[in-house]
């Protein structure tokens, strides 16, 4: 499966760069089909949801408050981004620190643990890998940091069945 890193534009500001998960095979990104998932039942969360990530890159960037961290595998930086804790919708996303986070998908967990919903283990399972891929990426020096690590520069374009 293809994918790429892209940096969305409407999301992202001084404090923090916002990107997503970029699907070839359906032409969007996984921030994209969360939110097309999730309406109109979650329209206040998502909301919600929207306005905080805009305002994490425009005013006070990816603060540690605003994630459940630890969602993924140790060291992978997968978390979790909601509306608040006792609301029903959980987005996956990768944060690297305060500014820059990755957006993945979610969908509403009504269960323990994400590993427990087939769906949300997709979408977090999906966060791991990109993790791993990116990881893997800066290690070879095809990925880098600029602009004092709000920008990702370089191979943003991966292939799963060459990986």
């Not at 992202?12 to 970029?22: C, R």
């Not at 979650?42 to 969602?71: C, P």
Request: aromatic share 12%; charged share 30%; with cysteine.
């Amino acid at each position: 499966m293809k994918y790429k890193l892209v940096k969305l534009q409407r999301l992202s500001g001084n404090e923090a760069s916002i990107y997503s998960v970029y699907l070839e095979h359906e032409n969007r990104t996984l921030f994209e089909r969360f939110i097309a998932e999730n309406q109109p039942a979650y329209q206040q969360e998502l909301w919600n949801i929207i306005g905080r990530i805009k305002s994490m890159g425009t005013e006070v960037g990816a603060r540690d408050h605003f994630f459940k961290k630890n969602e993924g595998k140790p060291g992978d930086l997968v978390c979790a981004l909601y509306d608040e804790p006792d609301k029903y919708l959980r987005l996956y996303c990768i944060r690297f620190g305060r500014t820059c986070i990755i957006l993945g998908g979610g969908g509403p967990k009504d269960v323990a643990a994400w590993q427990d919903d087939s769906k949300l283990a997709e979408e977090a399972n999906w966060m791991i890998t990109v993790s791993n891929d990116i990881y893997k990426r800066i290690l070879e020096g095809d990925i880098r940091w600029v602009d004092d690590g709000f920008e990702l520069e370089g191979d943003l374009s991966f292939n799963q069945d060459e990986e």
